[in-house]
């Protein structure tokens, strides 16, 4: 895996990190596990919005890490906004600790079960930056860490075997503007018949309309809306210009300008120049609260390295190429990670990502196990049909190879069911189709002939009418 730069993972990592919500009403949960590609840092939450969020910036959901209770000793979170990392603890002397050395406390995370149930061990990467701590329910992995140079640092907490499980909807919040731009938009997962309160946000250039929150009972999908009003004021606009200069301020690519508004951040990225290498941060940010100017200095590079190809090949268990590979020229002495790909069909073996130092050209190979096949399915049609010709209803369903179907017949107001309620398929091995038959119904129409004074005068022999069709009486003298 290719190393990235610092500034991209702070981003990542400062975009999540309000979305933490401490103080819900506290209930066992699902505790989402999350892993960085960039940064190699796993995390941990309970709160599905931000799980959402993080895969949504491109980190990777591996699912249930484990169950927290609903009470217990508390879990410190805690996030390094120097290096993009989080840490949990115990231990409220290591969370002092860290809050003095420039770590941001970040709340109670969760809490561990007193009565020991499940262990989560601990183990550290004393060569990471980011992502130096791990932690498990799954003991294998904890020795297979250990096995590759971690450390272990004994049990960290505890979580709880797996209850009954709790019936959760959705719900939705929108923050919608008079111009019809949503604003903001977020999802909650929130326990059966529970109540949900959610509170309207502030949003530059626009004004609440209505109360500032809402409350719901929810006993299914929600959605709550809170609407705004597009504020009139005209929006003031400065310019930023980004330069690109060597160490003696001289010009060495053309500069760039944007309009940007007042109040607002402006994030300007170092170009790549050749034959040039960048001074300091590749990018920077400045408020716009006037015109600004951002400059990146280079320095020009000395006589060219020598560099070497590194080729990246992706092999079924036979050594067939079942992936075209990459490569990459790096320069001699330099150390190449490659990540392994996901490929549709097949499994890796072995580890995820390799890495060689560079001192001639080579070959990285990842080697894949072809999957099983499919499951195959086939389609059941159900069709219900009168004796008018009309389909009273239709309906399909997708049933595995070698399965046996059974269908019912349902009910059709002036239809009547020819032949059993039920058919059923004993084996089902192609696309087939179930028809159900209904006999259309007829009533009997009497007219009958009366005077004023109440006399029947005349009745008519009754008539056989079919459901849903007209019958004409004509009157006689």
């Known amino acids: 895996m290719k190393k990235v730069k610092l500034f991209v993972f702070l981003v990542l990592s400062l975009c999540f990190s309000v979305l933490v919500v401490f103080g819900e009403e506290a209930h066992a949960a699902d505790m989402y596990r999350l892993y960085n590609p960039n940064s190699g840092e796993h995390f941990y939450t309970a709160t599905a919005s931000e799980k959402n969020h993080l895969v949504k910036v491109g980190w990777k959901y591996e699912g249930i890490g484990w169950i927290a209770p609903s009470s217990g000793n508390a879990v410190y979170r805690l996030y390094n906004p120097n290096a993009g990392d989080h840490h949990y603890t115990m231990n409220a002397g290591e969370k002092n600790n860290l809050v003095k050395v420039g770590w941001k406390y970040e709340g109670i995370g969760w809490y561990s079960d007193i009565k020991k149930a499940v262990p989560l061990y601990r183990a550290y990467n004393p060569n990471a930056k980011a992502g130096s701590h791990n932690y498990t329910v799954n003991y294998a992995e904890q020795k297979n860490l250990l096995r590759v140079g971690w450390r272990d640092e004994g049990i960290a907490w505890y979580g709880i075997n797996k209850s009954a499980p709790v019936t959760k909807y959705s719900v939705t919040v929108k923050h919608v503007g008079s111009d019809g731009k949503e604003l903001k938009k977020s999802t909650a997962s929130v326990e059966k018949g529970k109540s949900y309160t959610a509170k309207a946000e502030s949003f530059s250039g626009y004004t609440l309309k209505g109360s500032s929150s809402q409350t719901v009972t929810v006993n299914g999908n929600k959605t709550i809306t809170f609407n705004y009003t597009k504020n009139a004021a005209p929006v003031t606009k400065y310019t930023v210009t980004v330069k690109y200069v060597d160490s003696s301020g001289k010009e060495i690519e053309k500069a760039v300008t944007a309009s940007v508004e007042k109040g607002k951040t402006y994030k300007a990225t170092a170009k790549s120049i050749s034959g040039y290498t960048l001074k300091g941060n590749d990018s920077q940010t400045v408020t716009v609260d006037g015109n600004k100017t951002i400059t990146f200095t280079y320095t020009k590079n000395a006589a060219p390295v020598t560099k070497y190809t590194v080729t990246v090949k992706y092999v079924d268990s036979s050594g067939k190429e079942i992936e075209k590979g990459v490569t990459a020229s790096v320069e001699k002495g330099k150390t190449y990670k490659a990540t392994a790909k996901s490929i549709s069909g097949y499994t890796l073996k072995g580890n995820d990502s390799q890495t060689v130092t560079v001192d001639g050209n080579k070959t990285i190979t990842f080697t894949y196990t072809k999957n099983a096949a499919?499951?195959?399915?086939?389609?059941?049609?159900?069709?219900?049909?009168?004796?008018?010709?009309?389909?009273?209803?239709?309906?399909?369903?997708?049933?595995e190879k070698g399965k046996p179907y059974t269908a019912k017949a349902e009910t059709f107001t002036g239809y009547t069911l020819n032949g059993n309620n039920a058919q059923t398929i004993s084996a089902v091995n192609a696309d087939q189709t179930l028809t159900f038959n209904y006999n259309l119904n007829k009533y009997n129409v009497t007219v009958v002939h009366k005077g004023s004074n109440g006399k029947t005068l005349e009745t008519e022999k009754a008539v056989s009418v079919e459901y849903g069709k007209e019958h004409t009486a004509k009157s006689k003298t």
Request: charged share 25%; net charge positive; hydrophobic share 30%.
């Open 374 to 399: 499919p499951v195959t399915k086939y389609t059941v049609t159900i069709k219900h049909v009168g004796s008018d010709g009309k389909e009273l209803k239709k309906a399909t369903v997708n049933v």
